[in-house]
């Protein structure tokens, strides 16, 4: 399939033919085609296409149980799928070759949901538990050095480094778990619901943090989350899934144009529309801007481009 987009249109959404549409032309670190995930006799993924697209922050919805942390696990080899084929930084790691997930782990970052810190060792000690597997060669003092600079990287103070995850906060849990998953300087991030059980203030400085290191770091993001607000303040592009599958990808305002009523209930209904209206106090520099890169690429709003379906040209 050609690296240059050919989105396919949902049936429903008449594209606007007074509008050029710019072609995504970056490369994609995660391509997922044809993926079916099984539990017994339980389909969680039924033949699921997926393109990421490289430097964004790729929001990931459906409701509870249709397999977004499965499809997370798979992409960074820890479910074994029973059909499909899942690319990622040009390695297949999938079927036969799925020893190729051993060669690209470091390039990857993960923070699972609730953190996943291991208790008995400080925060700096835990952003070192993959330096030390991947680089056993580090010095002690280069490895204090880069757990701290992890630690403030990720807008904690640098004592915290020296604390245990059960003296901090749950916000500085979170920071403390990106700490770790930034610490092999990785190309790609996955969040799995990282600003769950925050207060709004917290979740939305993650947010910001989150969107700052996406930019001048130059990582692409995997990011499941409930968190409406987190979509429109930071998601470059949202994929939705339901049925197995990928439904629908594309900037928020691409997807209110879909007839989906899942889609509709989930953006439009009442949560959606508070979310929604917070948009101009994003404008007005009051809580961190979101979308830019979507924007850039595609303008937002009722002349946006088509809305892709079902990753037949990118999902
Ligand atoms: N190891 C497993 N064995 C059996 N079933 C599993 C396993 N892992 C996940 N499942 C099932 O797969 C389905 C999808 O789970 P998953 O955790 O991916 O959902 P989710 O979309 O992330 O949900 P939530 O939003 O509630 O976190 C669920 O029905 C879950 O019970």
């Known amino acids: 399939m050609s690296e240059t987009e050919t989105p396919t249109d949902i049936a429903s959404l008449e594209p606007n033919p007074d509008v050029e549409v710019a072609a995504f032309t970056g490369d994609y670190p995660i391509i997922i ?25 790729l929001g990931v919805v459906g409701g509870s149980g249709t397999g977004k942390s499965v499809l997370m696990r798979s992409i960074i080899g820890l479910q074994i799928p029973d059909e499909g ?4 930084l040009g390695h297949e790691i999938t079927g036969e070759h799925a020893d190729e997930v051993v060669g690209i782990r470091n390039r990857w970052g993960v923070l699972f949901q609730g953190g996943a810190l291991f208790s008995t060792l400080t925060v700096g000690e835990n952003v070192q538990v993959p330096l030390k597997q991947f680089y056993p060669e580090l010095s002690p003092r280069l490895l204090d050095e880069i757990a701290i600079y992890k630690t403030i990287l990720s807008g904690l103070p640098p004592e915290a480094a020296a604390k245990y995850p059960s003296e901090l906060s749950g916000g500085m849990k979170k920071r403390a778990g990106l700490a770790r998953a930034l610490a092999l300087d990785p190309e790609l991030l996955f969040l799995d619901e990282p600003t769950a059980g925050l207060d709004p203030i917290g979740a939305a400085r993650f947010d910001e943090l989150l969107r700052e290191l996406t930019d001048t770091l130059g990582l ?14 930071i998601c470059d592009r949202v994929a939705v899934l339901a049925d197995g599958k990928v439904i629908a990808v594309g900037t928020i305002a691409e ?24 948009r101009p106090l994003q404008s007005a520099g009051l809580v961190p801007q979101g979308n830019a890169a979507s924007e850039r690429a595609a303008p937002a709003g009722p002349a946006a481009k088509p809305l892709d379906k079902t990753a037949q040209g990118e999902a």
């Not at 099984?38 to 922050?57: M, P, Q, S, T, W």
């Not at 692409?220 to 303040?233: K, M, N, Y």
């Not at 997807?255 to 917070?278: K, M």
């Open 33 to 57: 085609k044809g993926l079916t995930n099984r539990f017994g006799k339980v389909a969680v993924h039924e033949n699921l296409d997926l393109k990421v697209r490289r430097g964004e922050i």
């Open 85 to 88: 084929t899942i690319e990622v």
């Open 220 to 233: 692409t993001v995997f990011l499941i989350t409930h968190d409406l607000d987190t979509l429109h303040a």
């Open 255 to 278: 997807l209110l144009r879909s007839d989906h009523p899942w889609i509709q209930e989930y953006f439009n209904g009442p949560r959606g529309r508070v979310a929604q209206a917070a």
